[in-house]
């Protein structure tokens, strides 16, 4: 990403990257005692290497650019959209803090990237090879829960008790993402009003996505003196953006041309895809059933691709996306703050899913064509 004049997203993405290239090569060893400095090539190998092919992988860096915008809207309002290496030297104190928490929080959605690949056998991650895949399963996986420890380091005492929460909040979120593939929880939530199911959706989601999303918030409420009454305001927006996130992100697996490898990968997993739900919504009763024993007999990825009302499941998927993001554009209104922040806001979390909501939407236009065209034909 190339910083342009007056673009402080791209400013501040720039700005973090370098400080996370200087963290990634000099300071993370202070983290080490000095009797440790003769098996450095042994931890330069074993952790450092497999830690900087999962960070410096290219990236949004969603949840540290949100550490900034929140530093920006609530500590320098007097001078919100200046560079940040333009600082006054009376808030580098408070920037360096908080870029110390990005780097954290950074470090975990990273190490958390690394497990989920594992749990979910994953080849492919942020276009290159999953790292349990290039590097090995247990050195993946141990470098990824060390890094988990490492993040720990980057919070101040006052935001630590936050991150550990999180964290754990995030692995009962992936309990219930993992349990989709249970024959149990399928069958009861399946066969569930769509309201019931969608709520299991959402809590899941809220708890394995959002709640990374909303850890800024919280990791910096009393860093940056956020009121209880603009924090309330703000993390109804963060969770439900964390929402929208994974809906989009379940979309993107439909989308041969920004999902290669992974193509259509959340189809062997049950009810963890928000285009699975949308599915069944449309669903009779007795295509309900047929599907279930699809899924049961772990056949229903062909079984979908297959069927009539695919297009119309994604599609429905689409504006039941979009409708949301809409609402949060709307509840954004109730914040105080000016047009420029507003902006920012939406350059870190709404446009990653332009080209997601342009090709899907190609996708659902397309057959809208060709079912023109052969209504045309009779």
């Known amino acids: 990403m190339n910083a342009k004049e007056n673009n402080y997203h791209a400013l501040d993405y720039n700005y973090f990257m370098k400080k996370l290239s200087n963290y990634l090569e000099k300071d993370i060893y202070k983290n080490f ?4 400095i003769d098996f450095k090539p042994f931890i330069d190998k074993n952790l450092i290497a497999i830690t900087k092919d999962s960070m410096l992988a290219e990236g949004k860096r969603i949840r540290p650019l949100l550490c900034y915008w929140l530093l920006r809207n609530f500590s320098l309002p007097n001078n919100s959209l200046t560079s940040l290496d333009l600082v006054e030297k009376s808030n580098k104190k408070l920037l360096d803090t908080v870029t110390q928490v990005a780097i954290g929080i950074e470090i975990f959605h990273c190490a958390s990237l690394v497990i989920d690949d594992i749990e979910d056998g994953s080849c492919e991650r942020r276009g290159r090879l999953s790292l349990h895949l290039s590097h090995g399963l247990p050195k993946a996986l141990n470098a990824a829960n060390w ?6 380091k980057h919070f101040p005492a006052v935001s630590k008790s936050i991150a550990i929460e999180t964290l754990f909040d995030c692995h009962i979120g992936q309990a219930f993402d993992l ?3 249970d024959d149990f929880i399928n069958k009861k939530y ?7 199911r969608w709520s299991f959706y959402e809590k899941c989601v809220s708890l394995k996505t959002g709640k990374l999303i909303q850890l800024p918030l919280f990791s910096l409420k009393k860093i940056l003196n956020i009121s209880d009454s603009e924090i309330n305001l703000v993390d109804k927006i963060f969770n439900s953006y964390g929402i929208i996130y994974q809906i989009f992100d379940d979309l993107k697996n439909f989308v041969p041309e920004l999902n290669k490898n992974k193509l259509y990968e959340d189809l062997n997993c049950g009810l963890r895809s928000a285009v699975v739900h949308s599915f069944i919504d449309i669903l009779s009763d007795e295509e309900k059933e047929l599907a279930y024993l699809e899924i049961k007999n772990n056949n229903f ?10 297009i119309q499941s994604l599609e429905k998927c689409y504006y039941k996306a979009s409708y949301l993001l809409h609402i949060n554009s709307i509840q954004l209104e109730s914040i105080q703050i000016n047009k420029e922040l507003k902006d920012y806001l939406s350059d870190i979390i709404e446009k990653p899913f332009d080209m997601i909501r342009k090709n899907i939407f190609s996708i659902i236009q397309v057959n809208y064509k060709l079912k023109m065209e052969e209504t045309l034909s009779l």
């Open 301 to 310: 990825k062909k079984y979908f691709l297959q069927h009539y009302k695919k």
């Open 147 to 152: 890094m988990y420890f490492l993040a720990l």
């Open 190 to 196: 399946f066969y569930a009003d769509e309201s019931t």
């Open 179 to 181: 349990s989709s593939n």
């Open 33 to 36: 005692p000095n009797e440790f």
